[in-house]
């Protein structure tokens, strides 16, 4: 009976599993799991699944098809009222909701699995390790909390069964000093391969408050994709108009828009913070970079591509892009970016014209596991 019960409600969970992810780009797109992160638990609700039922009636009624009436009639009760009910009825059909909670890492794997993102293999020469404890063994002395309660146990009923003391009408186990068995540990070396995330955002005016918004939700799923593949992550942020500064994640997505544009600016900062503070032999590096595709100049424009070839590329292990469409950018950028780097294997672009977009997007990032 246990084994139907798990067999049905795996598949139960599978079913669930399948509606979630047939939602899943709705679910990209909301706003309100950025405050998550982790194993903590989200709720998602599933419209129209019907959980089925038995309802039984009382035994003096009478079976399918019998007693009194005719071809229209009510079974019972009011037919403008439900049972126990107030007011008319509706004339549509109900809306039955099931919540279910579920773990971001959990919601990360199926984007992946959606998506069909390979897993990222982490490069580097070498690794961090940390020392951490591992319970692997039994021991015949320890300390009391450290007690194996299993093995004593069974230790007691050894002894009293080879010597003649065990009673089946009276089971009574008591262990003495020489049964007692503690669990073991030992240090083992856990390698923990380093990442950094750098995010650049354009602050100008030309990039408003819903623009700031899809930046905002799409760096949130690659942050959760990412960190399902890396024990831990820096993040870091720069937000630029005419000038680049890091600030941290608050005020990066909260700065209000000003000024012109300058993109040079961020990517200088971007890469004097890969050359002092991360190494790229010891380093996963990402940056992903948001805008409108306004740039000052032709001539920053080209300053960007020198910086991007010349001082960051070399060192990462991807570049990413991605173009916010607004009703007050050019679009310029994405166009100067293709003709010069399109081809660079560590150069992913992508286009966003509104939240049905981030969805796509991800995938471009993402899609090559670098």
């Given at each position: ?18 509606r979630?992810?047939?939602?899943l ?17 989200i ?17 003096n ?20 009222k439900?049972e ?11 809306e ?13 794997d199926?984007?992946?699995?959606e998506?069909e ?5 982490p ?86 408050e ?85 740039n ?17 590329l ?57």
């Amino acid at each position: 009976m246990s084994l139907r019960i798990y067999n049905d409600h795996s598949r139960f969970k599978d079913i669930i599993r399948g509606r979630i992810k047939k939602n899943l780009k709705e679910y990209i797109k909301n706003g309100d799991f950025i405050s998550k992160q982790g194993n903590e638990k989200i709720t998602i609700p599933l419209p129209q699944i019907d959980l089925p039922r038995f309802k039984f009636g009382a035994n003096n009624q009478g079976g399918v098809a019998q007693g009194k009436g005719d071809v229209g009639d009510p079974v019972s009760g009011d037919p403008q009222k439900g049972e126990g009910g107030q007011g008319k009825a509706g004339s549509e059909a109900g809306e039955h909701v099931l919540e279910m909670e579920v773990s971001l890492d959990e919601l990360a794997d199926m984007l992946g699995e959606e998506l069909e993102l390979p897993r990222i293999e982490p490069k580097g020469h070498r690794r961090l390790h940390t020392k951490r404890m591992k319970y692997s063994g039994v021991h015949v002395a320890g300390p009391e909390a450290l007690k194996h309660f299993k093995h004593t146990f069974k230790n007691a009923l050894k002894r009293q069964i080879s010597i003649g003391k065990y009673d089946p009408a009276n089971p009574m186990i008591i262990p003495i000093r020489d049964d007692l068995r503690y669990r073991s540990f030992r240090p083992i070396n856990k390698p923990e391969s380093n990442a950094v995330i750098l995010y650049m955002m354009d602050v100008s005016g030309s990039m408003g408050e819903e623009q700031k918004e899809i930046v905002r939700i799409e760096t949130f799923w690659i942050d959760t994709w990412l960190r399902r593949h890396y024990d831990g992550i820096d993040s870091r942020y720069i937000i630029h108009d005419a000038v680049a500064k890091e600030v941290d994640r608050n005020t990066f997505f909260h700065t209000r828009e000003s000024g012109g544009t300058m993109i040079s600016s961020a990517y200088k900062l971007c890469a004097d913070i890969v050359d002092k503070d991360y190494p790229s032999d010891d380093w996963n590096i990402y940056l992903f970079h948001f805008s409108d595709g306004d740039n000052w100049s032709v001539d920053d424009t080209r300053l960007c591509i020198g910086i991007l070839k010349n001082r960051i590329l070399s060192k990462i292990n991807q570049f990413s892009y991605g173009q916010v469409e607004s009703p007050y950018g050019s679009g310029q950028f994405i166009k100067d970016l293709r003709e010069h780097l399109l081809d660079h294997e560590k150069v992913s672009l992508s286009e966003i014209k509104d939240k049905e977009g981030i969805y796509h997007s991800i995938k471009e990032f993402l899609s090559q596991g670098r």
